[in-house]
């Protein structure tokens, strides 16, 4: 549907993405008029550029990786070189099935309206928008304003790096060739998965990490055991290391290093930035809405998502809250009870659980051992390796770890962390712990079907207070 030159409607919402379609869904269901305004591609990060086609690729990786390392005897498994342009062409394919069906067609079937165009708000207070389909401006007016326009891959201030062809978490996904030696910047989720796709594809890969350690915001002991896969898997691993300068030269890249102090170079053929992304706030003219924005360029909001100007909403990455499309989709959902009904929604992260897929995976619920201390409790941990885990020994797959967080004083349990393959699923059992509030003698209670990665919770909490290594494979 045309949109007129001025229209008016309960709530604007800048972007398409999951924030977006998640507050446009929920407002809809409560008789509101909504519009949302994009500027690119309809879908945002998730579909497109970010969840659906990582996992895709990642999958398409791991397939190989099995057939590569399997460890069953009897069985006999090879692998050949990979066909980039046939793999990229497959993710494409499901990019595209997706971004229609979740997108383009439930837009038709809720009955909301999507302008293309470039959005920022107006000294009046209104959303004027410069639509492509027309060389001229709009103005849009509404009750509320929802800004949820993503983020975008950070670059860092490297010297050298601006004349560098360098890739980022969007622009690797498109490479048609595989490289021969590929560099990764940052040792984070994003970061993570990127290397282990590529190492898992056939390419050499050397990760660089400025923090001591990878996954830095984990466990150590999660950090330390993924550390140690990826480099029996040949992936080279260098924490402690800031990335001094890069430079071109012909196809190849170097990279100069202080790695612990000491200069080391690097080369390869190509160089991954992930360092963490950045919110998109620039050119929304917010200031002339009274609409503050953070350090990092992030929307401020409070609890129920209201930004400094209380008609204005935020939702979704361009807010710096974590970094998952569960989250924008929860946002949306507050933000439409929030600016259609004045519900007071809040949004608590309290049991949000985290998720990063490598391999094996990372899983994580609640507090660390360390924010544990430092919230004031009097912290009690105990780690299981996944020797103890009948899944992991019939998999003939040990490689991993759970690790339970609890208050010394009340047996409460406050975080379950877990390296493992599985460990995404299982962890929503952790989730329902903590929603719960078990302690960890009710955890150790509870029903936990044999022969599943979520036992390993199970028996971690039961570790607590017996020996497991003297429990038989089925016993409770």
């Excluded at 360098?166 to 590929?182: D, G, Y």
């Excluded at 140690?228 to 071109?248: D, N, W, Y």
């Excluded at 201390?373 to 105990?382: F, H, L, M, N």
Aim: with cysteine; proline share 4%; net charge negative.
């Amino acid at each position: 549907m045309a949109l007129n030159h001025k229209s008016t409607y309960d709530l604007a919402i800048v972007g398409s993405g999951s924030a977006a379609f998640s507050t446009a869904i929920h407002a809809k269901g409560l008789g509101a008029s909504v519009v949302l305004i994009e500027q690119g591609i309809i879908g945002g990060t998730c579909v497109n550029v970010g969840c659906v086609p990582s996992k895709a690729l990642l999958a398409a990786a791991e397939a190989r990786h099995i057939a590569l390392t399997q460890m069953f005897p009897g069985i006999n498994t090879n692998v050949g070189p990979v066909d980039m342009k046939a793999l990229l062409a497959g993710k494409r394919d499901m990019v595209t099935g997706l971004r229609k069906e979740k997108y383009e067609d439930l837009a038709k079937v809720y009955g909301f309206e999507i302008t293309y165009g470039v959005a920022s708000f107006a000294p009046n207070g209104s959303l004027s928008v410069k639509r492509h389909e027309e060389n001229e401006d709009m103005e849009i007016q509404a009750s509320h304003y929802v800004i949820a326009t993503g983020a975008s891959p950070f670059i860092p201030p490297i010297p050298g790096l601006g004349s560098v062809n360098f890739l980022t978490s969007t622009t690797a996904m498109e490479v048609e060739e595989l490289p021969r030696h590929i560099i990764v910047i940052g040792a984070n989720a994003v970061g993570l998965e990127q290397a282990q796709l590529f190492s898992h594809l056939g390419a050499r890969v050397t990760i660089v990490e400025l923090q001591d350690r990878i996954a830095p915001f984990e466990e150590p002991e999660i950090s330390e055991t993924l550390r140690s896969v990826l480099v029996e898997e040949g992936v080279q691993v260098l924490t402690g290391s800031a990335v001094e300068s890069v430079r071109q030269e012909g196809k190849d890249i170097k990279i100069d290093l202080k790695h612990l102090g000491e200069n080391l170079h690097l080369e390869g053929d190509a160089i991954l930035i992930a360092t963490g992304r950045t919110p998109n706030t620039s050119n929304l003219g917010l200031k002339h809405m009274g609409v503050e924005v953070g350090p990092k360029g992030e929307v401020l909001v409070d609890d129920q998502l209201k930004t400094t100007n209380p008609k204005v909403f935020a939702a979704g990455d361009v807010t710096g809250a974590p970094q998952f499309v569960y989250v924008a989709g929860q946002h949306g959902t507050i933000v439409a009870d929030n600016a259609i009904s004045n519900a007071g929604r809040k949004v608590d992260y309290r049991t949000l659980p985290r998720v990063t897929f490598t391999t094996p995976q990372i899983a994580s619920v609640g507090l660390t051992d360390q924010a544990a201390i430092e919230a004031g409790y009097s912290c009690d941990c105990r780690v299981l390796d996944l020797s103890y885990v009948p899944r992991a020994l019939v998999n003939r797959n040990t490689k991993g770890l759970v690790k339970i967080v609890a208050d010394g004083d009340t047996g409460r349990v406050l975080g379950v962390h877990m390296l493992a393959d599985g460990a995404a699923e299982s962890i929503l059992a952790g989730v329902y712990a903590l929603e719960a509030n078990f302690t960890v003698e009710k955890l150790a209670s509870v029903w936990a079907p044999y022969l599943t990665m979520s036992e390993s919770i199970r028996l971690t909490a039961q570790s607590f207070n017996r020996n497991v290594s003297l429990l038989s494979c089925c016993a409770s």
